[in-house]
Antibody, heavy 120, light 111 residues
Framework: EVQLLESGGGLVQPGGSLRLSCAASGFRSSNYAMNWVRQAPGKGLEWVSTISGSEGGPFYADSVKGRFTISRDNSNNTLYLQMNSLRAEDTAIYYC?????????????WGQGTLVTVSS | NFLLTQPHSVSESPGKTVTISCSRSSGNIASHYVQWFQQRPGSAPTTVIYEDNLRPSGVPDRFSGSIDGSSNSASLTISGLKPEDEADYYCQSYDSLNPVVFGGGTQLTVL
């Protein structure tokens, strides 16, 4: 059974940093494209970043480019999102998602999300 | 960048059929898979349709997806509406420069 378990969210001051983790189980995450998607309070879904399971990328939304870094550790089947220079508008629930294949572009499974609050 | 446009809200009665549209502003809708997600209040999204018309295991066959090249749009159809179908629904697609693009979401009310 595919499972995605996010962790690492919390309260951080503007300008601070946070690293989110997504522990994958039931599949080998290195063989699939993976994404981070966020949802601000009361708003719709917003794509943040994608790491491919084959060629290309990583990719970032313009709103986070230069501040966020996506990576993965294949040895422990975990996806990461390093978030620096955080702003109030980064406040959101962050979801880890798995694509259908190694190619980016689809979303098949979602995690339960982790809440990031940027506030002084 | 292209846009995916959905109606803000739709409503229908239990037992009826509802269709939610997703219009692509540029690029061929048929050239890039469309996914649909359901998000109930207070819960994470779940996938109800992937690759245009495929259902993940556990999703009832009351949910179906289709593509219309003539209108460059995708549709999610839910038949035999149940109260538990009340949720927000999002479409999603991509292109060679944009790995993930979401529609704005549609709030479905089951009256």
């Amino acid at each position: 059974e595919v499972q995605l378990l996010e962790s690492g969210g919390g309260l951080v001051q503007p300008g601070g940093s946070l690293r989110l983790s997504c522990a994958a189980s039931g599949f080998r995450s290195s063989n699939y494209a993976m994404n981070w998607v966020r949802q601000a309070p009361g708003k719709g879904l917003e794509w943040v970043s994608t790491i491919s399971g084959s060629e290309g990328g990583p990719f970032y939304a313009d709103s986070v480019k230069g501040r966020f870094t996506i990576s993965r550790d294949n040895s422990n089947n975990t996806l990461y999102l390093q978030m620096n220079s955080l702003r109030a508008e980064d406040t959101a629930i962050y979801y880890c998602t798995k694509a259908v294949t190694a190619l980016w572009g689809t979303i098949h499974y979602w995690g339960q999300g982790t809440l990031v609050t940027v506030s002084s | 960048n292209f846009l995916l446009t959905q109606p803000h809200s739709v409503s229908e009665s239990p037992g009826k059929t509802v269709t939610i549209s997703c219009s692509r502003s540029s690029g061929n809708i048929a050239s890039h898979y469309v996914q649909w997600f359901q998000q109930r209040p207070g819960s994470a999204p779940t996938t109800v349709i992937y690759e245009d018309n495929l259902r993940p295991s556990g999703v009832p066959d009351r949910f179906s997806g289709s593509i219309d090249g003539s209108s460059n749009s995708a549709s999610l159809t839910i038949s035999g509406l149940k109260p538990e179908d009340e949720a927000d629904y999002y479409c999603q697609s991509y292109d060679s420069l944009n790995p993930v693009v979401f529609g704005g979401g549609t709030q479905l009310t089951v009256l």
